[in-house]
């Protein structure tokens, strides 16, 4: 697991912070490919990067929440541009958390900086993304599993510190 490890600016990578106040951290790199005409990351794979930080949150060997990789949907997205992300920028560094936790979803929030930006400076990207745990078998959502409603819980907070 990475909740040991210490990103460049001196913030934590993996998980930070006491339950109910928890805070995922995870470096992703910029590659070649994900900036456009202008050295800028592209909105597409900005997307593409933020949902592959959330893989070592919710899917690393180990958390009670890798049952969602057998069937989740996203039902809403929302990103907002603050700031640039060039592709000198990276690796951009992604906080996620857990604004809200229902009995079957759950909106999870994302704040994305560069390399060099510290944590108390405003993100460049700030994305909010509702996740549906879902049964593929009958096609229709189902609850989350008392042990993935607990995991997701610890990282419940609308303003982490």
Not at 43 to 66: Q, S, V, Y
Not at 93 to 117: I, S
Not at 122 to 140: G, K
């Amino acid at each position: 697991m990475t909740d040991q490890l210490v990103y460049e600016t001196g913030g934590p990578l993996g998980v930070s912070g006491e339950p109910g106040r928890r805070v995922f951290t995870a470096a992703m790199p910029v590659r070649w490919s994900d900036q456009d005409l202008y050295h800028h990351v592209n909105h597409a794979r900005m997307i593409t990067l933020i949902e592959e930080a959330r893989i070592p949150w919710l899917f690393e060997e180990g958390r009670p929440t890798t049952t969602l990789t057998a069937g989740a949907v996203m039902t809403d997205l929302s990103v907002k541009y603050r700031g640039q992300v060039k592709h000198a920028d990276g690796p951009i560094r992604v906080r996620m958390w857990c604004e809200k936790v229902g009995g079957a979803m759950f909106v999870a929030r994302h704040e994305v900086r560069t390399r060099t930006t510290p944590d108390s400076a405003p993100p460049a990207v700030d994305c909010t993304a509702t996740v549906a745990a879902f049964d593929l078998a009958t096609q229709r959502p189902r609850r989350f599993t008392r042990a993935e409603r607990d995991y997701l819980l610890e990282f419940r907070h609308e303003d982490p510190a």
